[in-house]
Nanobody, 124 residues
Framework: QVQLVESGGGLVQAGGSLRLSCAAS????????MGWFRQAPGKERQFVAR????????DYVDSVYGRFTISRDNAKNTVYLQMNSLKPEDTAIYSC?????????????????WGQGTQVTVSS
């Protein structure tokens, strides 16, 4: 069964931190790159970060580089997004996705499975 379930979203003040988690079924997670995307109201879905199956390769959109960290625990079939120094412009629904390859990239078309998302709201 394909399953991706995000958690950890919420309301935080600017400058604060949140840690998102995405628990996946083994079938969905194993051997796949994983990504985090976000969508703010009235805007298109945006790539945030991705991590390869091995965890050895990561990539971030420029606007979060140095503030967000993506990681994964393959024993737990879980990917994380540690978000520090949050800004109001980070407010969005954050979704995790499983890539069609062990590497993953920035394009939504290269992700086969998606979670429902978790709301992150950063107040000024």
């Amino acid at each position: 069964q394909v399953q991706l379930v995000e958690s950890g979203g919420g309301l935080v003040q600017a400058g604060g931190s949140l840690r998102l988690s995405c628990a996946a079924s083994r079938r969905t997670f194993s051997g796949k790159g994983m990504g985090w995307f976000r969508q703010a109201p009235g805007k298109e879905r945006q790539f945030v970060a991705r991590v390869s199956w091995s965890g050895g390769s990561t990539d971030y959109v420029d606007s979060v580089y140095g503030r967000f960290t993506i990681s994964r625990d393959n024993a737990k079939n879980t990917v994380y997004l540690q978000m520090n120094s949050l800004k109001p412009e980070d407010t969005a629904i954050y979704s995790c996705a499983a890539a069609t390859s062990p590497y993953g990239n920035r394009r939504t078309v290269d992700y086969a499975y998606w979670g429902q998302g978790t709301q992150v709201t950063v107040s000024s």
